[in-house]
């Protein structure tokens, strides 16, 4: 093999000041992950020797001289999504770096031997500049290893941080557009693009990773590769969002969501989108009621009743309720709101019946006050009344009366026939219910009720 020798001037004339060693490191990482992931060869080992230093090695194709005249690796720009660079300059930059801040590199291939130095600069021997010193290979090896004399592991152990691969977090979902994670306490959030942080966010609910990119994200990835602005990469974690299903994910959104009325809640959660779709994988993943505040106050019996049932009672912003009555859930089942849950409930009656007949005498003396009852208040002609032993197979509650304004009927426990005050409470309960479409606890609901009262109680006045 032909091994070319010599002084390669890497032409270094913007310098990143602001970068430090842990930067420089970063760079080599990235390189080594990208080998590792276009050969498909063993991944990168990053180790300190026993002389101190320190070793990125990957076990790819092995680096070659030319591989320092590139501006863009067209290679890495047909798989955007396989590798982390794109540039091609990130090598030359980490060397400036370690040059600038006194760091031996020595890297060793299978095709040369390279070293860092000062030498002038071709046809201008009064200029001094770096260059790459490149000799025949000193070793014989797969791949190519980087050997930092003088780095710290300080700065090694950033520069890992620096990728997801080499992150303690939790993955919580795979999605074909990225993926979630767990943002530890205390810690912020992050935002990584093909494995590499590009940004941190304080108020993030979880840490995404942008596995499907967009010529957006990738013509936001700078050089430095950091402080990606937001407007890049937003679009891309609401599809991640949008696309997951499980409800680990959704339990925590729709936990998150709870908190709108303290305007706690993080950042994901102000995003219509999302709002509606954290509902869709709850309602499809585990049995929920969701209702405003509003309707909550409205509908505090009907919820209870749902909260014995076995159902957890979500509270949704204003904003997204109209959108619930169109919406699926990812199933493609209706979203269990208030008034689907009413009509499920009303449907779950089991009634067994108790004819008049069936009733013992005194039972039957207080069912007939009904009709004294009708003299003083108005009620509905074409309402059916009827008495019931059971309402529902699993009622484990104390119902004592029911209004069923669809099929205009209403239904009192055979319990409250021993007992004339209570038969006669439960039934001016059931008969406000007709005055009024308000649910139980609301103050149309009890104007109603009081009403009635007060026209028994105007009745009972002028009989003494």
């Not at 992931?37 to 990168?44: F, G, V």
């Not at 080992?45 to 076990?59: A, K, L, M, N, T």
């Not at 969701?290 to 009907?302: C, F, G, I, K």
Request: charged content about 30%; glycine content about 6%; overall charge negative.
């Amino acid at each position: 093999m032909n091994t070319k020798t010599g002084k390669f001037d890497l032409n270094m004339e913007d310098v990143l000041e602001a970068w430090g060693p842990a930067d420089g490191a970063r760079e080599l990482i990235a390189n080594a992950l990208d080998e590792h992931a276009l050969t498909d060869t063993q991944e990168p080992d990053i180790y300190q020797d026993d002389e101190g230093r320190w070793h990125i090695r990957d076990f790819g194709r092995g680096l070659r001289y030319d591989h320092f005249t590139q501006a863009e690796n067209e290679e890495k720009l047909e798989r955007p999504d396989t590798v982390i660079g794109k540039f091609g300059v990130g090598l030359k930059d980490a060397l400036a770096t370690f040059h600038r801040h006194g760091i031996n590199v020595v890297i060793h291939s299978k095709h040369n031997t390279f070293r860092t130095e000062e030498a002038p600069k071709h046809g201008f021997e009064d200029i001094s500049t770096l260059h790459v010193d490149v000799q025949p290979p000193e070793q014989s090896l797969e791949g190519t290893d980087v050997i930092l004399d003088g780095i710290s592991k300080d700065a090694i152990e950033e520069a890992k941080g620096n990728f997801i691969r080499y992150s303690d977090v939790e993955q919580l979902e795979a999605t074909r557009f990225g993926n979630v994670y767990r943002v530890a306490d205390g810690e912020s959030a992050a935002v990584y693009v093909t494995g590499l942080k590009v940004a941190e966010e304080e108020n993030f609910l979880f840490s995404y990773d942008i596995t499907n990119t967009t010529k957006q994200i990738r013509d936001a990835l700078n050089r430095e590769r950091s402080n990606v602005g937001r407007t890049a990469y937003t679009a891309r974690v609401k599809r991640i969002l949008r696309a997951c299903e499980s409800e680990t994910v959704a339990e925590r959104l729709v936990d998150d969501l709870q908190r709108f009325t303290e305007g706690s809640t993080h950042d994901e959660l102000g995003w219509k989108p999302i709002q509606l779709h954290a509902v869709q994988i709850l309602n499809a993943r585990r049995k929920v009621v969701v209702s405003t505040v509003d309707e909550q106050r409205r509908n505090r019996d009907l919820l209870d009743h749902a909260r014995d049932d076995g159902y957890d009672v979500v509270t949704v912003p204003d904003r997204i309720r109209d959108e619930l009555n169109s919406t699926d859930d990812i199933d493609g089942n209706t979203i269990r709101d208030v008034s689907v849950y009413q009509n499920e409930y009303e449907d779950s009656f089991e009634f067994t019946w108790v004819t008049e007949t069936d009733l013992r005498e005194p039972e039957r003396q207080i069912w007939d006050l009904r009709h004294d009852l009708f003299e003083i208040v108005s009620h509905p002609a074409d309402y059916e009344f009827r008495i019931a032993q059971q309402f529902r197979a699993t009622d484990d509650d104390s119902t004592q009366g029911l209004h069923q304004g669809r099929d205009q009927r209403i239904i009192v426990h055979r319990d409250v026939l021993t007992d004339a005050s209570t038969f006669l409470g439960v039934l001016l309960h059931e008969l406000a219910h007709t005055r009024t479409p308000f649910p139980d606890q609301t103050r149309e609901f009890e104007n109603a009720l009081t009403d009635l009262l007060g026209e028994v109680g105007q009745v009972a006045v002028h009989k003494e």
